[in-house]
């Protein structure tokens, strides 16, 4: 695992689409795992960007979602197809065939997710997987306890997560279904690559249970320990309890791969 500290939550995410953009340059095939949430939307933003100002081409890419609602049709506003369209697919050249989320209508929902997990063997798996990192560490919606080993299935959300997706629901609990499908932990980690991307303040404890502490259920994040090639991004705000902040900023100032990032920080 290798941490990578930026002075600002902008250049964190500045710095996450610049990774995922020079991969799909050098790969026009490119298998991309996406995920959802405030952060993400910056992401996409700049990726958009990206393709607008750089002519970054996605019509060759393939992309897979870590997950969506149980219950909510695609076109609902709250589901993570919505958001994707809004957020990314509307704004790039991806073709619609190309772009994968779960079916939390589906009537089976077994038979979905076996499915979900055929389409990505079908296209020789995911080259990166996009993750950010919950309040209690989960990724996906790999809540706490979920098995290491696991694969995409329906999983209950617990009452955390709901409290923390709740604003986008208006801040109605009561309106957020209470099941998601999400990859397992064991799906995630067959992604050729990771990049978890995790800002503010607010993450600081969980990220570094997540990076430096035991490799826990609890903390399905922490599984990230055992993949060969993950890469954390984070702000100076998240970074604050990590033990190795010195090693992992003379990684950053010292390793050529990093070079041509080092000066690309907010003034």
Partial sequence: MEVIIRPTK????RLAAQLIGKELKSKPHFVLGLATGATMAGVYDELARQHREEHLDFSRCHTFNLDEYVGL??????SYHAYMHRHLFSRVNLAPANTHLPDGMAADLKAECAHYEQLIRQ??????QLLGLGRDGHIGFNEPLSALRSRTRA???TPSTLAANAPYFGGDVAKMPRRAITMGVGTILEAHRCLMLVTGDSKAAILARAVEGP????????ALQLHPHCQVVVDEEAAVNLQG???????????????????DAEV
Wanted: net charge negative; aromatic share 16%.
């Fill in 10 to 13: 902008r250049d964190a995410i």
């Fill in 73 to 78: 049709p695609p076109d609902s506003p709250y």
């Fill in 123 to 128: 296209v020789g798996g995911v080259d990166l």
């Fill in 155 to 157: 999983k209950a959300l």
């Fill in 215 to 222: 490799i826990t259920s609890m903390v399905t994040a922490s």
């Fill in 245 to 263: 902040q010195a090693y992992y900023r003379w990684i950053f100032e010292n390793e050529p791969e990093w070079a041509p990032y080092r000066a």
